[in-house]
């Protein structure tokens, strides 16, 4: 052991470091005095983070790096370390070994400098040979690495690092100078692959299930975003799957996950299916489908093609994030700006919550007829509307809404899958007093006029298009309607008035009208 | 095909079948890695594989075009192929049939039949890791923790093979999320397979499987 004791305490000198020449343009060996002076400057910066800390005197921190030639750096850190670490390990041969196993790791440029780097950390070219002052590699090569790494050419230069495929497309004898840490684009996977780290998926695959049969429940509760979040978690290269496209704008507990999605600048593609009919035949998923590509090494805009009935839109470069839910036609977000642009406030600041009177929709405590100091309470039941009755002191919330006229909008509208669609079923106009049960959601003004004025606001192309961006399911609730803009109250509103008010072309009108149905506003109003 | 067994399957377990066209366009996507034969592919709801049969066959376009000159490398690399194939599945049925596709697709490549060493290392390559669980759970369907095998070709017909747990690698991001490379380097106190084997050869592997359809009966 003495030989090996004497390590960190032999005077290199004079330092075989010092001496060598440079084998080749690209093998600039790095003067110790010059690697040293650049381990002060780390050790100073850590120090000034860490409350004075010395890094040298830490058995956790690894180091690497990654392109080791002489193995200068990794010998001096390992030198530092052997001092630093004293107190913690005492024994020697174990504090070698400890930084020298764990702590001190490289990757190699060539085979011949890989071997030096070896020599000059482990004193040995082989991690395992007699000389080696480490114990407890299993390998020869202990944690300082080299594997040929082939340059990837395309069009006469490599595509990881531009070198010219003429000089250095040269035959198996002689070296690449194809560094393996940026000859891929995974690095992570490539560094856990180098050093014998965590099993490393390439690539996660699949179409997980979608949803857990709620127990009885009206919904069902969505679990294909818990495959997707494990599957990043286990960090592979790629990612892609095919799932259901409502996180996109609702869903049951979906909230954070679409804010994930939207806001990873790894999502590079995503095909959306709006119609699942189009990939699953008979199977109805409310939203559709959609395929992504999620790619560790990617970071910008997503490329998002958009396929209805044989119909493809895109792709588009964009960003998913633009917005709190993913408006998932490119050509409508022209039209969002326009009209979003202006700053105008939400029609939703006149429209209600959900039970906002507090019932849902089986309540049944309400009376056929009327009764003296009754109201009339407005409901939907096994898909009729009806009107009953109900004390006005039996209203316990929001009372403040019982005087005002009301345009009642049902708070569901399926509808199928088809466009053009109608997006909204039939609003219906409830003098003042009045209140509702969940079924409905209402907009309140103060006057029948201005009721029947928003009543044709409503039911304009316009305002149920901007409803459609948000609307992903049947469900339309307060949320649904934060796009469309307030207006005033004195008028008849026709898509004309507002397609000219915002400024939508004539291309802009013919998609609108693509994928909005008429209303027609007479007719009875069932559900 | 038909994308749907029944009804009550796909309300109680999403199981919903892939269209084929639709898989090919996904593998499209990550066309490099599907073609390369050592990239590993996970798919973590496999149903009977519709997924990883494709992968499968991209993979073995490659091995022939690589190694189809040679038996020797042609039969280690074909296997190699398939050890980089994963799957978890929940329904029993389910993961029968995808280990039966899979199989039978290297057995349809290569001519082998039963007898065949490589059928059976093949075979029970399949068993380990065609998974028989609940990917969310992350526990086999006799509630063990999953575990995956790693495997790697040494060259000269030899195997190299590390187990890991699946709960364990999906805490994996935690090594390496932000920062430097010093400190994605600092945080892994998981960089160890749960075993470790010694090399092993083609024949090894089909004897495991005799092994280990003893202690199953
Ligand atoms: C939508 S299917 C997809 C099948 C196959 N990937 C394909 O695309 O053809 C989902 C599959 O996941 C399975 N499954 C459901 N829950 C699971 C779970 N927790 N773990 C593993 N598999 C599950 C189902 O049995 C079903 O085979």
């Known amino acids: 052991m003495s030989g090996k004791a004497s390590f960190s305490l032999r005077g290199r000198n004079p330092d075989v470091l010092t001496c060598i020449a440079n084998l080749s343009n690209d093998e600039v060996f790095t003067p110790p005095e010059f690697a040293s002076r650049m381990l002060d400057t780390l050790a100073e910066a850590w120090a000034a983070d860490h409350d004075g800390a010395s890094i040298w005197a830490n058995s956790s921190v690894r180091f690497l790096d990654p392109c080791t030639k002489s193995g200068v750096f990794l010998r001096e850190i390992t030198t530092r ?38 020599r000059s950390v482990y004193c040995s070219k082989h991690a395992q040979g007699k000389h080696s002052i480490a114990k407890g590699f299993d390998s020869d090569d202990g944690n300082i690495w080299f594997e040929r790494t082939e340059h990837t050419w395309a069009s006469g230069r490599c595509s990881y690092c531009g070198a010219n495929q003429g000089s250095y497309d040269r035959g198996v004898d002689l070296e690449t100078h194809a560094y393996a840490f940026i000859h891929t684009n995974g690095i992570q996977a490539r560094i856990a692959k180098i050093f014998g780290g965590n099993m490393q998926f390439d690539v996660i695959v699949g179409n997980p299930p979608y949803q857990l049969g709620s127990d009885g429940g009206t919904r069902d509760v969505p679990i294909y975003q818990r495959f997707v979040e494990q599957a990043k978690m286990l960090q592979p290269r790629y990612l892609t799957m095919v799932i259901p496209s409502r996180w996109m704008a609702s869903g049951l507990g979906l909230g954070e996950f679409r804010h994930t999605m939207l806001n990873d600048r790894r999502m590079r593609e995503l095909v959306d299916y709006p119609a699942a009919n189009d990939v699953f035949p008979g199977v109805e998923i409310k939203a559709g489908v959609s395929y992504f590509l999620w790619d560790a090494a990617y970071g910008g805009n997503c490329r998002v ?46 429209l209600a919550r959900d039970k906002e009177f507090g019932w849902t929709s089986n309540f049944d405590g309400f009376h056929e007829t009327e009764r003296p100091g009754d109201v009339p309470l407005y409901f939907i039941r096994k898909m009729k509307r009806g009107v009953g009755y109900i004390g006005r002191k039996a209203v316990t919330k929001s009372a403040h809404l019982i005087d005002k006229w009301k345009v009642l909008v049902p708070e569901a509208f399926n509808g199928g899958d088809a466009v053009p669609h109608q997006i909204l079923g039939k609003p219906l106009i409830a003098p003042s007093p009045s209140v509702c049960t969940q079924s409905f959601l209402f907009f309140y003004v103060g006057s029948r006029n201005a009721a029947k004025s928003l009543q044709s606001y409503y039911a304009t192309r316009f305002f149920r298009f901007l409803v459609s961006l948000r609307k992903i399911t049947q469900h339309a609730t307060h949320s649904t309607y934060a796009w469309v803009p307030l ?41 | 095909m038909n994308l749907v067994k029944s009804k009550q399957r796909v309300a109680d377990h999403g199981e919903v079948f892939t269209p084929s066209w639709m ?36 993979k073995l376009a490659a091995v022939e075009i690589k190694f189809g000159k040679s038996e020797f490398e042609k039969r280690h690399y074909t296997l190699l192929a398939l ?41 029970y390559v399949l068993s380990q890791n065609l998974v028989h669980g609940d990917a969310l759970t992350m526990r086999t369907s006799d509630r063990q923790p999953i575990s995956f095998a790693e495997w790697g070709y040494v060259g000269k017909g030899k195997f190299q093979r590390r187990d890991f747990r699946f709960d364990i690698l999906t805490h994996s991001s935690a090594f390496g999320e932000e920062g430097t490379l010093f400190a994605h380097l600092g945080k892994h106190e998981i960089f160890t397979p749960t075993k470790t084997y010694p090399p092993l050869t083609m024949a090894e592997l089909a004897a495991a499987l005799s092994a280990a359809s003893k202690e199953a009966s």
């Open chain 2, 83 to 123: 050890m980089c194939i994963y799957g978890i599945e929940l329904l029993e049925d389910n993961i029968a049939e995808c280990r039966a596709n899979i199989l039978e697709i290297v057995a349809d490549y290569l001519h082998l039949d039963e007898s065949d060493d490589l059928y059976r290392a093949a075979s």
């Open chain 1, 487 to 527: 207006q005033t109250w004195n008028r008849t509103w026709t898509d004309e008035e507002l397609y000219a008010k915002y400024g939508i072309t004539r291309k802009e009108q013919a998609y609108i009208e693509s994928q909005v149905r008429a209303m027609n506003l007479e007719g009875d109003g069932d559900e």
């Open chain 1, 81 to 118: 370390l052997t001092k630093g670490l004293t107190a913690e390990i005492p024994n020697l041969e174990d504090r070698v070994n400890h930084i020298l196993t764990k702590q001190v790791f490289g990757i190699g440029i060539t085979y011949l400098t890989t071997l030096l780097a070896r």
């Open chain 1, 305 to 350: 093609t958009t396929i209805r009935g044989g119909e493809v839109v895109g792709p588009v470069l964009r960003k998913l994030g633009e917005y709190d839910v993913f408006v998932r036609d490119a050509r409508a977000v022209s039209i969002l700006h326009k009209v979003l642009d202006r700053g105008e406030s939400s029609i939703n600041t006149i």
């Open chain 2, 23 to 58: 898989v090919e366009a996904i593998l499209d996507l990550v066309k490099d890695e599907s073609e390369r034969i050592d990239s590993r592919f996970l798919e973590p709801a496999c149903g009977s594989g519709n997924f990883l049969i494709q992968v499968l066959r991209r």
